[in-house]
């Protein structure tokens, strides 16, 4: 026997190596011959176009290594599969056949394999240019943003269409980046949402599909997303004046254009007046210091100065603040009379830093704010007055 001569790859036993050869003999006799193999010391038989599919990337001296079992029918008959060491090749008369290992196979699991919404898949896992990969399928797509990273799926439908519209995740190009969530379903039943790298799309059938990034997505998230006064979103962000605007089923979004310090972006727009726009919430006066704490001190002493160093609101309306880049200890921001509390928002981390979002209801009085940042030792004095 041909185990008596060669050494045996594991997994396999002298007794698989044996029984495949077997296999080997009785395949050359019959009229399977033509439509199927046996790669010893496998001894499972591979036939029709996964077996081609198998010899063209490399049969066992590729990445799927040695069959594990032969052709499989899988449920309702609507195609094959054989799998393999590393993963399986399933075909479809729609599809054809395709590996679909690793990360693809994890998340095309999690959605059901092919008798999910996904279904079958229609290509091998693409290479992407910046070295990020995908995967078709009949329903959508699987994407990773490099080699094993943990993937994520997408339909076909409006949200992919809007996400390619706007660069997809074309290197250079792309305003939102990878995927980085699963496509899902909203809790009103009627609309869908994905969330990327730098921003998100939802969707919904009476206004479309829409991103929402930056800091008009932090502030959508701060109240509530869809879910919230302003509810989805109807446009994308437009240039409007010195800034960008985006409309919502109740409201609308504002953003000013970033101050002259490179480092430096102003946030916010919302005077009192738009305020009803927003359901009663605005941010005034907002910032985010991207470089370092110098560009938003700077900043901040040169608004407050231009504007008498006083926030003026109305009594009981809430005034959101943004700044950030806390790269160690705590940042803190409170009333200086020690007894006035302030509500923190959300924190979201970025790779430069950290978005901290506080939210003040306005009293009888002012106050003055300290803005404490420890890894600097910087404090700054700001006045909030009616």
């Not at 052709?71 to 399933?90: A, S, W």
């Not at 302003?230 to 609308?252: D, H, K, R, V, W």
Request: with cysteine; hydrophobic share 30%; proline share 6%.
């Amino acid at each position: 026997m041909r185990s008596d001569r060669e050494e045996v790859p594991a997994p396999f036993t002298k007794e698989d190596a044996d029984r495949a050869e077997i296999a080997e003999a009785r395949l050359r006799t019959s009229r399977s011959a033509v439509a199927c193999q046996v790669y010893w010391p496998s001894w499972f038989n591979v036939c029709g176009e996964i077996r081609d599919k198998y010899n063209s990337l490399g049969g066992p001296g590729s990445f799927l290594s040695y069959p594990s079992s032969g052709n499989i029918v899988n449920p309702g008959n609507t195609g094959e599969r054989v799998t393999f060491l590393n993963g399986p090749i399933y075909w479809s008369a729609a599809g054809g056949a395709h590996p679909v290992v690793n990360s693809f196979l994890n998340r095309w699991g999690i959605h059901g394999y092919e008798g999910g919404w996904l279904g079958y898949p229609t290509t091998d896992e693409i290479v992407l240019p910046d070295g990020g990969r995908r995967q078709e399928f009949q329903q959508g797509a699987i994407y990773v943003s490099f080699q094993n990273a943990i993937g994520s799926a997408i339909r076909n439908g409006p949200i992919r269409d809007k996400w390619n519209a706007i660069g997809g995740n074309a290197p250079g190009g792309s305003v939102l980046g990878y995927i980085t969530g699963d496509e899902i379903g909203l809790p009103d039943g009627q609309g869908r949402m994905a969330r990327f790298e730098r921003g998100v799309i939802y969707w919904h059938p009476s206004y479309g599909a829409h991103e929402v990034t930056g800091f008009g997505l932090l502030t959508w998230a701060f109240d509530s997303y869809e879910r919230g006064t302003l509810g989805y979103p109807t446009s994308a962000p437009q240039p409007s004046g010195s800034g960008l605007t985006q409309q919502f089923q109740n409201g609308q979004l504002r953003q000013t254009n970033p101050l002259a310090s490179p480092g430096f972006i102003e946030v916010g727009g919302f005077v009192d007046g738009d305020r009803r726009s927003v359901g009663g919430r605005f941010c005034s006066n907002g910032y985010f210091g991207w470089n370092s704490f110098d560009s938003l001190r700077t900043s901040l002493d040169s608004w407050y100065a231009r504007n008498g160093r006083v926030w003026q609101v109305a009594d009981d309306d809430e005034v959101w603040d943004v700044w950030c880049r806390v790269t160690s200890g705590e940042a803190s921001i409170r009333y200086t009379d020690n007894t006035t509390s302030i509500e923190p928002g959300p924190r979201y981390d970025l790779d430069d830093g950290t978005i901290s979002y506080f939210r003040t209801t306005s009293t009888s009085g002012g106050y003055a704010i300290d803005f404490n940042v420890p890894s600097l030792s910087q404090v700054w004095k700001v006045h909030v007055a009616q």
